[in-house]
């Protein structure tokens, strides 16, 4: 099992940036791919973004691609997410999550472990 505990979530304005952080334990933290994901109110969980287990290969929604940036460091135990360009359209509560395999998933089922969330809200 692993453990998930994201910080770096604030208000900021349109046009801003915030770094998500996501610290885990538990399982080998390079063993496992990691992913982002976000709930808006009023919407359902929707994928954001996703590493595999060495950082090499990433993978991103439509809606963050060349604004969000996901990367990890194994040496920490962390992953990150890089958020520029922010819209009020990006304000939700955004989950880290431990995918059950070392590749990227994105499917929220084939995340096996999620941390508790972080709010972002971004100001018009």
């Known amino acids: 099992q692993v453990q998930l505990v994201e910080s770096g979530g604030g208000l900021v304005q349109a046009g801003g940036s915030l770094r998500l952080s996501c610290a885990a334990s538990g399982r080998t933290f390079s063993s496992y791919g990691m992913g982002w994901f976000r709930r808006a109110p009023g919407k359902e969980r929707e994928f954001v973004s996703g590493i595999s287990w060495s950082g090499g290969s990433t993978y991103y929604a439509d809606s963050v691609k060349g604004r969000f940036t996901i990367s990890r460091d194994n040496t920490k135990n962390t992953v990150y997410l890089q958020m520029n360009s922010l819209k009020p359209e990006d304000t939700a509560v955004y989950y880290c999550?431990?995918?059950?395999?070392?590749?990227?998933?994105?499917?929220?089922?084939?995340?096996?472990?999620w941390g508790q969330g972080t709010q972002v809200t971004v100001s018009s």
């Open positions: 999550a431990a995918a059950r395999s070392n590749w990227i998933a994105v499917a929220a089922s084939d995340f096996g472990s």
